[in-house]
């Protein structure tokens, strides 16, 4: 059973950057895709950034040009670049690996507020 532990999160003022990690317990290159999600209070979960086996990324349109989706292959981590953080950015953010299942870990909470 594969496990996926997210860390990073934190309270950080507006315009500030953190870098969220996705660690897992199984090799990610098994996975064909790997994802970072976020669920504000009251809001569906969404999806944030994507990486696929090639390397290839995708974003959200609300974080372009903000956020990068990262891996380290040799770490087994998923990483989350966020910058220019804003308000509208808190949430809890959780990390998704899919390769014959789905798996997803417990989230990290991040508080954008001054």
């Known amino acids: 059973q594969v496990q996926l532990v997210e860390s990073g999160g934190g309270l950080v003022q507006p315009g500030e950057s953190l870098r969220l990690s996705c660690a897992s317990s199984?090799?990610?290159?098994?996975?064909?895709?790997m994802d970072w999600y976020r669920q504000a209070p009251g809001s569906e979960r969404e999806l944030v950034a994507r990486?696929?086996?090639?390397?290839?990324?995708n974003y959200a349109d609300s974080v372009k040009g903000r956020f990068t989706i990262s891996r380290d292959n040799a770490k087994n981590t998923v990483y989350l670049q966020m910058n220019s953080l804003k308000p509208e950015d808190t949430a809890v953010y959780y990390c998704?690996?899919?390769?014959?299942?789905?798996?997803w870990g417990k989230g990290t909470l991040v508080t954008v507020s001054s």
């Open positions: 199984g090799t990610i290159f098994s996975f064909y895709e």
């Open positions: 998704k690996a899919i390769n014959l299942r789905t798996y």
């Open positions: 990486i696929v086996r090639d390397g290839s990324t």
